[in-house]
Nanobody
Framework: QVQLVESGGGSVQPGGSLRLSCEASGKSGSIKLMSWFRQAPGKEREGVAGTKMPGGPIYYADSVNGRFSVSQDNAKKTLYLQMNSLKAEDTAIYYC????WGSGIWSGLNSYQYWGQGTQVTVSS
């Protein structure tokens, strides 16, 4: 079992920045792929960014490429999402997800066995 806990969400004005954290516990050493997803009201959950663990290639959705960046601290078993130049359309609940088996693509919801509870990000003036 793997447990994921997100933190760092909040409210920010357009153009601002936030950093989200996702701390893994339990059998975190078995994680092969770890990603961030988001779900806005009335919309489907979508992939934001993902990375193979540890230290693998990083993938970004076109909508955030150049504004968001993913990093990991293996000692702390934590994945970060640095979000810069935030826009109103980035408003959503952000979820962390982990894959421990299988080989699904990073942006596929069904690729993951474990999900965090989510953290709200609101971008508004």
């Amino acid at each position: 079992q793997v447990q994921l806990v997100e933190s760092g969400g909040g409210s920010v004005q357009p153009g601002g920045s936030l950093r989200l954290s996702c701390e893994a516990s339990g059998k975190s050493g078995s994680i092969k792929l770890m990603s961030w997803f988001r779900q806005a009201p009335g919309k489907e959950r979508e992939g934001v960014a993902g990375t193979k663990m540890p230290g693998g290639p990083i993938y970004y959705a076109d909508s955030v490429n150049g504004r968001f960046s993913v990093s990991q601290d293996n000692a702390k078993k934590t994945l970060y999402l640095q979000m810069n130049s935030l826009k109103a359309e980035d408003t959503a609940i952000y979820y962390c997800a982990a894959q421990t088996w299988g080989s699904g693509i990073w942006s596929g919801l069904n690729s993951y066995q474990y999900w965090g509870q989510g953290t709200q990000v609101t971008v508004s003036s």
